[in-house]
């Protein structure tokens, strides 16, 4: 499958790109499938010693941080990922110089402010948001243990210099975090909802955000 997608020519992309833009975003979008529940904070109360209570809430919130919704835009390196298998970005990007991509060729050259829904084709929408770009590379998550994600958000060296209560802020009402959830037709979503995951990770920080082994 993923073989067949990268086989696709880049004259295909942009053409479809090109139908897909002169439809325009949808209104009414068809829901995706959900990603199954999350736990609720009180659901860890039992955990009595506060480190190890940190540490199982930042495990269950990472069911969302390591989704391929999430990831796809937090790679290894500066190409983007595709899809539920996380398959290479068709065409391949590189973005090198700027997160918002290769010169001539920016996200923004395909991704739109919204969505928008491809009729009659295998890729059902190109994904879109109006602050569509790549994730920096000191906030690369793929390859990761989530472990390492854990220490990788919280190192202000390494991301973007948000305190604790920037990055509940950041997971709460950022766009991009948001988009997760509504990612287009044939995109699953990740677990539970942009609200119970920012609850989360507001009780992982109360607990002292430790992180898992
Ligand atoms: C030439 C057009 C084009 C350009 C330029 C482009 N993309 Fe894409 N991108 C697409 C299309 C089309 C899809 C949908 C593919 C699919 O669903 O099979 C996509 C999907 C994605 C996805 C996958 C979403 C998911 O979770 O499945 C990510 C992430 C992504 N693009 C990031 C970027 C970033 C970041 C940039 C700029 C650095 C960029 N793209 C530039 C066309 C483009
Ligand atoms: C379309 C690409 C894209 C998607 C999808 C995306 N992100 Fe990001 N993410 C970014 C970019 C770009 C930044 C840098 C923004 C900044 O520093 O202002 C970022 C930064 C972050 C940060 C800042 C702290 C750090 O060190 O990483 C967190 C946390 C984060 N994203 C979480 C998520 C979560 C959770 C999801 C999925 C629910 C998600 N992102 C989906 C592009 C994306």
């Known amino acids: 499958m993923a073989n067949r997608i990268l086989a696709m020519p880049l004259a295909a992309v942009l053409a479809v790109t ?3 833009t002169s439809i325009g975003p949808s209104e009414g979008y068809a829901e995706t499938p959900g990603g199954g529940s999350l736990k609720a904070v009180s659901d860890f109360a039992a955990i009595a010693d506060t480190g190890a209570r940190s540490k199982a809430i930042f495990d269950e ?3 969302v941080l390591t989704h391929p919704r999430c990831i796809n835009c937090h790679p290894a390196t500066r190409s983007p990922t595709q899809g539920e298998d996380m ?3 068709v065409p391949f990007i590189h973005a ?3 997160s918002l991509g290769p010169a001539g060729l920016v996200c923004s050259t395909c991704h739109g402010a919204e969505n928008r829904p ?4 295998r890729m059902k929408s190109i994904p879109g948001n ?3 770009s790549l ?3 000191s906030m690369a998550w793929q390859g990761l243990t989530v472990g390492e994600i854990c220490q990788q958000v919280k190192d202000t060296s ?3 210099n948000r305190s604790h209560a920037d990055l509940v802020r950041h997971m709460g009402e950022d766009h991009l975090v948001g988009w997760a959830w509504h990612p287009g037709e044939g995109r699953t979503q990740p677990p539970g909802s942009q609200e119970t995951f920012a609850a989360l990770i507001d009780a992982w920080v109360k607990t002292g955000a430790e992180c898992p082994d």
């Open 18 to 20: 090109a139908i897909a």
């Open 61 to 63: 919130a990472s069911r």
């Open 87 to 89: 398959h290479p970005h």
């Open 96 to 98: 090198s110089q700027s």
């Open 118 to 121: 491809i009729l009659g084709s």
């Open 130 to 132: 109006a602050h569509w």
């Open 135 to 137: 994730a920096p590379a």
């Open 158 to 160: 390494r991301n973007g």
